[in-house]
């Protein structure tokens, strides 16, 4: 019974460099949220999945972030050529099949620092 | 676009005492779901309450209670008996019909006081 999991849980970098963030759903779980939450912020939407394609990437901020989910399971959000900007902690949701009414079951977030 | 506004960024609370935290929202939507979250420090969100627009009737879960009112946009969430492990952050947050994302307000720290 275990829960959504997100690795690393604390990942530093510098500038300019490529990072990749895990996130481990749910088994069973088709549907699957990136969030970034700033300090002093709420959650902001990223990206949502439904099984291995992306249904909405409205929240990508712009083309540093790329996110993949192969096998309808294990997903990946990749940053780019990062920038200090990008400094926060990125939250993983899964839910059992997307929609109001399934719940979403949120990882503890990797906080990523961008020196 | 949908906005959730929270307008008290901290609030603190007596052990065992009823606390209120406030959420305003924006939509033109008529069909609309609203949650509160809370993120201990531990920061895993973990669901408190989930609230159907299309119902009229106040979701209540064990020691939780909302006030919804769809005519103001407003969705309160109360606390009742607060406990220690009730310091948090908490987040409102609104969802359209559909597969669509939350979205939060940017949150009410509350602290509970022994």
């Known amino acids: 019974g275990a829960g959504v999991s997100q690795t690393p849980s604390n990942k530093v970098t510098e500038k300019g460099k490529y990072v990749e963030l895990r996130c481990d759903p749910i088994s069973g779980h088709t549907a699957l949220y990136w969030y970034r939450q700033s300090l002093g912020q709420g959650p902001e939407f990223l990206i949502y999945f439904q099984g291995t394609g992306a249904a909405d990437d409205s929240g990508l901020p712009n083309d540093r972030f790329f996110a993949v989910r192969p096998e309808g399971s294990v997903s990946t959000l990749k940053i780019q050529r990062t920038e200090r900007g990008d400094s926060a902690v990125y939250l993983c949701?899964?839910?059992?099949?997307?929609?109001?009414?399934?719940?979403?079951?949120f990882g503890p977030g990797t906080r990523l620092t961008v020196l | 676009a949908q906005t959730v506004t929270q307008s008290q960024p901290e609030m603190s609370v007596q052990e065992a005492e009823t606390v209120t935290l406030s959420c305003t929202y924006d939509?033109?939507?008529?069909?609309?779901?609203l949650f509160w979250y809370k993120q201990p420090p531990s920061r895993q969100m973990i669901l408190v309450i989930r609230q159907e627009a299309y119902k009229q009737q106040n979701a209540t879960e064990n020691r939780f209670s909302v006030n919804f009112q769809k005519a103001a946009k407003s969705f309160s969430l109360k606390i009742s008996d607060s406990q220690l492990g009730d310091t948090a952050m908490y987040f409102c947050?609104?969802?359209?019909?559909?597969?669509?994302?939350?979205?939060f307000g940017k949150g009410t720290r509350l602290s509970v006081i022994a």
């Open positions: 947050a609104f969802m359209k019909e559909g597969n669509t994302p939350l979205v």
């Open positions: 949701a899964s839910s059992l099949s997307g929609g109001p009414l399934d719940t979403q079951y």
């Open positions: 939509t033109s939507e008529n069909n609309y779901y």
